[in-house]
């Protein structure tokens, strides 16, 4: 009697199990289907919001300010253009770039250096330039009380091809690798590169990415530097 009814329970259970399955397996395709359909038309993540860092313009001086960008004789960089405009006729599109508020301060007056500046990349839509590469130089560039910055303006750009430049600004350049820094630290006479250098160099050892070919290769140098 009990051996039938555990034959039962087990039964029951499988079937339920099996049941289980197979509603999970149909929710799974049916989100699955709903989301290609999504991506294939497109998926809003919210309203598109122009964000200014600066208000010491008005609506029409910053309409004005535009126009003289556009207008303004400039110098060509390759395709593009290059000139001045005022900061706060610069824009941010929160649609795609974080809210700018919450943008981490990267930059000091202490560490900004005009010789490392490189022009913020914007795009004129809808008669606005919006910062796509730079966002975070505009920011110091309010706070520090800077006026005007150089802009390279792209045209012709929809939403959608500006939120693919931002996503992809990074994929020219070449990083710096960690023993590079560091043979330059070295070279500008950086203390504790120098010190480590000096060390490593009574031990024999060789501060390098590339450990083939190297007799005695040092690549812990980030964690070296932290110690």
Request: hydrophobic share 40%; aromatic share 8%; charged share 25%.
């Amino acid at each position: 009697m009990n051996t039938n009814a555990n034959k039962k329970t087990v039964s029951i259970n499988t079937a339920t199990r099996r049941t289980t399955a197979e509603t999970f397996e149909k929710r799974r395709n049916t989100r699955l289907k709903k989301a290609i359909a999504a991506a294939k038309k497109g998926i809003d993540v919210g309203p598109s919001k122009m964000v200014y860092l600066s208000d010491a313009l008005t609506t029409s001086e910053r309409a004005a300010a535009v126009k003289a960008a556009m207008t303004a004789s400039t110098f060509a960089y390759g395709p593009y253009k290059v000139t001045n405009v005022p900061v706060a006729a610069i824009a941010v599109e929160s649609k795609y770039q974080r809210d700018p508020k919450k943008w981490e301060q990267l930059l000091t007056r202490e560490t900004f250096d005009w010789a490392k500046f490189e022009a913020v990349v914007v795009s004129y839509r809808d008669g606005v330039l919006y910062a796509v590469d730079g966002g975070h130089r505009v920011k110091y560039a309010v706070d520090a009380g800077i006026e005007t910055l150089p802009v390279k303006i792209l045209e012709g750009k929809t939403l959608e091809q500006e939120a693919r430049q931002f996503a992809t600004q990074k994929d020219q350049v070449v990083t710096i690798k960690a023993a590079q820094r560091f043979k330059a630290d070295v070279v500008s006479k950086d203390r504790t590169a120098s010190i480590i250098y000096a060390l490593c160099d009574s031990f024999g050892l060789t501060v390098t990415n590339k450990v083939q070919g190297t007799k005695a290769p040092m690549k812990a140098i980030v964690s070296a530097k932290k110690s």
